[in-house]
């Protein structure tokens, strides 16, 4: 069986650069 891998994604289209940097760091902080 296949192993389950689950991520996050945050495109550039859909949010401010700042916002981008504080989402990629929450993300990072819970795992």
Do not use: D, N, W
């Amino acid at each position: 069986m296949a192993e389950l891998k689950l991520g996050y994604k945050a495109s550039a289209e859909q949010f401010a650069p700042r916002e981008l940097v504080e989402l990629a760091v929450a993300a990072e902080a819970h795992g």
